[in-house]
């Protein structure tokens, strides 16, 4: 499948909007730092090792080192143009940071449940992605894709201290595990921050839709592990499912609180949010999630029918502004974002 496919293909795996509590949980995600021994850390290598990593990984990938996988594509950073990369992050392919590179690339597979990294922060990161809660499911696989490399290559990693990693805080297993939330009851009802407090204090961290570093955006939240020294991957990734469980419990508690005893107001803001969404001429991207973050929730109450519930994972990646300029196959100046993204969202309500 060439860069084009991806692009087009406007559909990840993640974003179909099925899978355990769906509702909740838009997407699991497990993330695995590894580097390669022979190699200073990217931060450290000069240009022509940094190129010689990308060259190496990819030689083994075309020699069949992922064959088992299926179907896997190498996209080279340098060779695509910004809005492209850009396009990439928006559908949580690559990360912000591997777009600004120009000796990195990524290997995805056909329904872009598994990207590979390359010469990000660290030589790889092994990336599983699935949707709703399936964490267990996404450490099954991106363990699997760890495994091939491992038996293709020879990890940095210490007997004392683990996987050896840029990052300090990555360090011993090399794993961050996340599962990205929608909690507008939580929100509306003022008991987010309490939540995220509480559970800060089990070795848990929030963070927004794209990681570490970003901003929340329409009520949509990522929590992660804080700890990869010390537990094992298993641990980690139960850990983070039980406490996901009690947060999930918890929102559904709050909407249906907010059911009973703010019905009408609740009623008011979810309509508010259609009407402007299927109307509006401008509209920015953090206006635009808050309204689609209530208008999910409207579906999901079953106060708005007739539109289906994966509307809120399809705009959270339409209307970002790299992948909002590849449907329209231009540049676009902020206004003129505003304006596209606008003619999108009514488009797709209506």
Known sequence: MSLKNFLNQGLSRWMTGDGPHSSVAISSRVRLARNLAEYPFPVQASSSQLEEVEQKIRRWWNTGGLESLGSIDYISIKDIPENQRLALVDKHLISPKLAGQQHGGVLINKDESVSVMINEEDHLRIQSLLPGSQLTEA?????????????????????????????????????????????????????????????????????????????????????????????????????????????????????????ETENLALRDKIWRAFGILANARVITSAEAMEYISMLRLGIDLNIIEDLNPRILQELLVFAQPGYLQKIFNEVLAPRERDIKRADLIREIVK
């Open 139 to 259: 450490w099954n696989l991106a363990s699997k894709i760890d495994d091939l490399f491992d038996a293709g290559f020879e990890y940095a990693w210490s007997p004392q201290a683990g996987y050896l990693t840029c990052c300090p805080t990555n360090v011993g297993t090399g794993m961050r595990a996340s599962i990205m939330l929608h909690l507008p009851g939580l929100a509306l009802s003022g008991q987010q921050s309490l939540i995220f407090s509480t559970i800060s204090k089990v070795g848990i961290i929030v963070r927004g839709i794209f990681g570490e570093g970003s901003e929340a955006q329409g009520n949509i939240f990522q929590i992660s592990n804080q700890i990869t020294l010390g537990q094992r991957e298993e641990e980690i990734v139960e850990s983070l499912n039980r406490v996901t469980s009690q947060v999930i419990d918890q929102e559904m508690e709050a909407r249906n609180r907010l059911l």
